[in-house]
């Protein structure tokens, strides 16, 4: 088991480009949950899926941003038309279930140009 | 909707020195979490905290928690500079129901000087 796993660790784009990241969880884990950090805040909550299932989606920050886990282990968290103000971190993180604690991966950090 | 204050939100000590830093959160929960960032770095598990009254310590942290004052303290202890980071606390929602998904607070930025 090697945690949960971020790609790419940084991804460069330009305004209006889409963008998609992707995320491993621990393989037992099936609660996946994804977060931004902008600079000098704490995480914010974007979206959860338990397997396969989103059961949270009404934070996702807008109609541009939308997440899968088709097959209950991969995820993927797509921008679409990205705007400067999108530039963050956005992080992964999993666990086995609700009241277990979390296991965060090391994030993809966006830069919009 | 849960908010979570930390403070103080930047703090600067001496090497040797004890301090504490204050979580509170505003709605019913009993399941807290610190956490550890050092800079551009994802963030690292420090203490979950799953009662009322519960106590952790690890080295020179010592986190507790009391569900009824909503209020979660993280003690440092004879400061080291390697302690120098950015520490957050978040608090899970879940308590028998419930939506999911962590409410964090700003961070607290520590500084450690010699």
């Known amino acids: 088991d090697t945690g949960v796993s971020q790609d790419p660790r940084h991804k460069i784009t330009k305004r209006g480009q889409n963008v998609t990241f992707r995320c491993d969880p621990i393989s037992e884990h099936n609660r996946l949950y994804w977060y931004r950090q902008t600079l000098g805040q704490g995480p914010e909550f974007l979206t959860y899926?338990?397997?396969?299932?989103?059961?949270?989606k009404s934070r996702l920050l807008s109609d541009r941003f939308s997440a899968e886990r088709p097959k209950g282990s991969f995820s993927t968290l797509e921008i679409q038309r990205t705007e400067q103000g999108d530039s963050a971190m956005y992080l992964c993180?999993?666990?086995?279930?609700?009241?277990?604690?979390?296991?965060f991966g090391s994030g993809t950090r966006l830069t919009v140009v | 909707e849960l908010k979570v204050e930390q403070n103080p939100l930047f703090l600067s000590m001496q090497e040797g020195k004890n301090y504490t830093i204050y979580c509170n959160y505003s709605?019913?929960?009993?399941?807290l979490y610190w956490y550890r960032q050092d800079p551009g770095k994802s963030l690292e598990s420090l203490f979950v905290l799953l009662s009322n009254g519960a106590v952790k310590q690890e080295g020179r942290l010592m986190a507790s928690l009391d569900t009824k004052a909503r209020l979660s303290t993280l003690h440092i202890t004879a400061a080291v500079h390697d302690l120098s980071a950015t520490y957050f606390c978040a608090v899970d929602p879940y308590s028998g129901g419930g939506a999911d998904g962590l409410t964090f607070g700003k961070g607290t930025h520590l500084i450690i000087q010699p």
């Open positions: 899926f338990q397997n396969e299932a989103q059961l949270e």
């Open positions: 709605t019913t929960s009993d399941r």
């Open positions: 993180a999993s666990r086995a279930q609700q009241g277990r604690g979390y296991t």
